[in-house]
């Protein structure tokens, strides 16, 4: 059986901070509803009621896209190694571009990545955990470098570029606002 908590605590945070990988899933009210899978040490707890998590450059941007009209947002995690476990977090999310004044300030949370477009801060309103039973067990090998060493090949400028051509239109045609200094 699930259990709801109001925030974030300790063990929750233990949890969370031991996993390779999240799910991030948001949609609007008429859009598909996107569910991406994220790794690269890109989230942070901030707080019993605050996560942030920071986006890298990809092959589509629906997140961005949804954000724009609807800052609803669900996280969830997944133990694959160890007991069984699903711990979702639910809220509401502000994107923060790099050309916004708070963009350094919390991008201080993180190791510098190439590639990165956004962070969401996320207030979470709902912790919901339940028992995983169903879930794989999955040795941890590592995190790909594929990413990273795709967006240092292509540089600041060869990433905008990216940006411009392939983040600006959503699978439901709906218009991404990107940093574009």
């Excluded at 605590?9 to 969370?16: E, K, L, P, S, V």
């Amino acid at each position: 059986m699930g259990k709801k908590y109001p925030a974030i605590d300790g063990q929750h945070r233990a949890f969370i901070e031991r996993q390779h990988l999240f799910f991030v899933a948001t949609a609007t009210a008429d859009s598909r509803i996107n569910l991406s899978p994220k790794g690269l040490d890109s989230f942070r707890v901030l707080g019993p009621n605050r996560v942030l998590w920071l986006n890298l450059t990809g092959s589509g941007n629906e997140t961005a896209a949804h954000q724009v009209h609807d800052d609803r947002m669900t996280i969830m995690f997944c133990a694959f190694e160890g007991d069984p476990k699903i711990l979702r977090l639910y809220g509401h999310a502000r994107m923060i571009l790099p050309s916004d004044l708070q963009w350094h300030e919390l991008y201080a949370h993180f190791d510098p990545q190439p590639g990165a477009r956004q962070m969401f801060d996320m207030s979470v309103d709902l912790v919901h955990t339940s028992c995983g039973f169903g879930v794989p067990l999955f040795a941890y090998q590592g995190q790909r470098t594929m990413l990273p060493r795709w967006a240092e090949k292509k540089g600041e400028d060869g990433i905008r570029r990216y940006w411009r051509e392939k983040n600006t239109i959503s699978l439901d045609g709906a218009q991404i606002p990107i940093a574009d200094d």
